[in-house]
C-alpha cells in the first residue's frame, strides 16, 4: 500500500554489499484496467471473425450440398439413359438378328453385356473413371466362372477415365471371345496371362497391354482377319489412338494393345 492508501504490485531487492532495500511499485488500477480493456476489444474482434467464419462455412456447405445433389441427380439420369439405350439396342438386334445363326446373336449379346458391364462399372464410380483391374476382372466375368484360376492378370493400379474404361472393357472381351473359340480357353489345358505396365517415356503416359495365351490348340494364322480381330486394332486406333497387334504364334496368340492414358481428375 501506498501513503495515499493505494493498492501497490510492488517489488524489491537488499543488496548484501551495503545492506540497502531498494523497493518499486505501480498501482494495481494502472494493469489491471488496460488487461480486461484489451481482453474485451481482443474477445470482440474474435466473436466477429467466428461469426464470419461461421457464415462463410454454413454457405459453403450449402453450395457443395447443392452441387453433390445435382451431380448425383444428373448422373442417375444419365444412368437411365444408358439403360434405356442398351435396352433398345437389346431390341432392335433381337429384331436384326431374327433371321441370323445364334452364332451371330451370341458373339452380338456378348459385346453389348460387355459394354453394359463396363457402364455398370462407371455408374457405380459416379462416373469419375475406374481401375483397370476392376474393368478387365468385369470383362473376362463370363470366362472365369468355371476356372477362374486359367487367367493370371498382374499389372499395377492404373486409373482410367470413363472414355478408356468403356473401349478397353470392349477390346478384353473381344480378345477373351476369340480365346474361347479358338484359342486357349476352348480346351481344358489352356492358360492365359494378362498383363500391363505403365511406360512413361513419352509426353504422356501410355499403357501397354498383353495378352498371352499357352496351352491351346495349335495355332495357325488365317487367311484373312475375322470381324473381331478388326474390331479391335479399329477400336485401339480409332478410339483410343493407339495401336493393337495380334501374332499367331505356334505356341499361342499374343495380344498386345498400346495405348496413352487419360487424365481421369
Request: charge should be neutral.
Amino acid at each position: 500500500m501506498s501513503l495515499d492508501g493505494v493498492a501497490l504490485a510492488g517489488a524489491y531487492t537488499r543488496s548484501q554489499l551495503t545492506g540497502w532495500t531498494v523497493a518499486a511499485g505501480v498501482a494495481e488500477s494502472s494493469l489491471i484496467a488496460p488487461l480486461w480493456r484489451n481482453i474485451a476489444i481482443t474477445s470482440l474482434i474474435g466473436g466477429i471473425l467466428l461469426l464470419t467464419g461461421l457464415t462463410f462455412a454454413v454457405r459453403m456447405a450449402t453450395t457443395i450440398a447443392r452441387g453433390e445433389m445435382l451431380h448425383d441427380l444428373l448422373i442417375d439420369e444419365l444412368n437411365h439413359r444408358v439403360k434405356n439405350t442398351l435396352a433398345l439396342m437389346q431390341a432392335i438386334a433381337v429384331q436384326t438378328f431374327r433371321s441370323s445363326s445364334r452364332d451371330e446373336r451370341t458373339k452380338f449379346e456378348g459385346r453389348l453385356g460387355a459394354l453394359a458391364e463396363a457402364h455398370n462399372l462407371l455408374s457405380q464410380e459416379k462416373w469419375a473413371g475406374s481401375e483397370l483391374r476392376d474393368v478387365i476382372a468385369r470383362a473376362l466375368q463370363p470366362f472365369l466362372l468355371n476356372n477362374p484360376e486359367r487367367i493370371r492378370m498382374a499389372g499395377p493400379a492404373v486409373p482410367l477415365s470413363p472414355r478408356l474404361a468403356v473401349v478397353l472393357s470392349m477390346i478384353v472381351h473381344e480378345i477373351a471371345t476369340n480365346a474361347a473359340k479358338y484359342g486357349a480357353l476352348s480346351n481344358e489345358t489352356g492358360r492365359v496371362t494378362l498383363e500391363w505396365e505403365v511406360v512413361a517415356d513419352a509426353p504422356k503416359p501410355r499403357l501397354r497391354l498383353i495378352w498371352t495365351e499357352i496351352g491351346g490348340p495349335p495355332v495357325t494364322a488365317p487367311v484373312q482377319r475375322g470381324f473381331g480381330s478388326r474390331l479391335i486394332e479399329r477400336s485401339a486406333r480409332d478410339q483410343l489412338g493407339g495401336e493393337a497387334t495380334i501374332d499367331f504364334l505356334p505356341r499361342g496368340v499374343v495380344c498386345t494393345v498400346i495405348c496413352t492414358l487419360d487424365e481421369t481428375r
